[in-house]
């Protein structure tokens, strides 16, 4: 016989208190019940009920049994939704909070193509530089571009995003063009208002570390805003380049001390559990991980 089955008709027999309950709940005859509870038995070496014509009670071994036998099954149970929901159709509301910048063609695209694939997904996209609560405001899924994401989120890296030091090509001929990191704290700056602007560095391509002195002239927690006001000749700002290649390729926008960069920063998917993961996060995250680090330069 099954030992899977004999774990499930044990379990039946104790939770319906009788071999009759559990040959009625599973379709089965209540001979073939107890021939399941015998077999049990024989294989553990022990007794597991107490029987009489009238009532059914557990031993003390079948009390250990039972409790960690019905774990198991638990756990099996589980196993199993979870393989059973990752071949379902991907389909509902998926509700998605990304940065601001996210606000492009290069994205669109993605969503675009993600949409193509996967029809039956309405993807409600929130983008807002602030970091969501996505549990208390009912995310599934937040992007989030860090050094450090959060330890109490599972966290799935999708792409490196390289943010440029950038001005208005107009504003730096009228302001002269700085030709090393300490000559930038002339220049007025555009900078977040959620960033600590102190300690912040640049690296030169051998590793040295350049301090970097911003003097700001506004502050956003809008990247758009910050890209017009850039665009306007306000100042210079740190920006990610799925913002403005396009500007720099057009010359539009100049990139400032080209030979010192910012460290590249790690586009991340963060949510609560990988436990029964819908079907329609799970292609989610898989299509942007396919489709970002494809695209990344």
Request: hydrophobic fraction near 40%; charged fraction near 25%; charge should be neutral.
């Given at each position: 016989m099954d030992r899977m089955t004999s774990l499930r008709v044990f379990r039946e027999v104790v939770d319906s208190g009788s071999f009759t309950g559990a040959a009625e709940r599973l379709a089965i005859s209540a001979p073939m019940v107890s021939k399941h509870v015998a077999q049990l038995e024989k294989s553990l070496g022990a007794r597991l009920l107490n029987r009489s014509s009238r009532h059914l009670s557990l031993t003390e071994a079948g009390l250990a049994w039972y409790a960690q036998s019905g774990q198991a099954l638990d756990l099996l149970d589980a196993a199993e939704a979870?393989?059973?929901?990752?071949?379902?159709?991907?389909?509902?509301?998926?509700?998605?909070?990304?940065?601001v910048w996210c606000a492009t063609p290069r994205f669109a695209r993605v969503l675009a193509d993600y949409r193509e694939r996967h029809?039956?997904?309405?993807?409600?996209?929130?983008?807002?530089?602030?970091?969501v609560d996505l549990a208390a405001d009912g995310y599934d899924l937040a992007l989030r571009a860090t050094h450090e994401p959060s330890p109490a989120l599972?966290?799935?890296?999708?792409?490196?995003?390289?943010?440029?030091?950038?001005?208005?090509?107009?504003?730096?001929?009228?302001?002269?063009?700085?030709?090393?990191?300490?000559?930038?704290?002339?220049?007025?700056a555009i900078v977040p208002s959620y960033?600590?602007?102190?300690?912040?560095s640049l690296k030169a391509a051998g590793g040295r570390q350049a301090p970097l002195r911003l003097s700001p002239v506004l502050r956003s927690d809008d990247t758009t805003l910050t890209l017009h006001a850039v665009r306007a000749g306000m100042g210079m700002a740190f920006l990610p380049e799925?913002?403005?290649?396009?500007?720099?390729?057009?010359g539009l926008l100049t990139r400032l001390v080209p030979d010192y960069t910012a460290p590249a920063i790690t586009l991340f998917a963060v949510y609560t559990s990988r436990q029964y993961m819908a079907p329609k996060l799970r292609s989610f995250i898989d299509f942007l991980a396919e489709r970002l680090s494809a695209s990344a330069p």
């Open positions: 979870a393989i059973g929901q990752r071949n379902e159709t991907p389909r509902g509301q998926l509700k998605v909070s990304a940065p029809p039956e997904v309405l993807v409600d996209m929130h983008l807002e530089n602030r970091k599972i966290a799935r890296p999708l792409c490196k995003v390289q943010f440029h030091l950038v001005a208005a090509t107009e504003y730096v001929r009228r302001a002269g063009r700085p030709a090393a990191p300490a000559d930038l704290a002339r220049l007025g960033v600590n602007i102190e300690g912040l799925w913002l403005v290649d396009d500007d720099l390729t057009d």
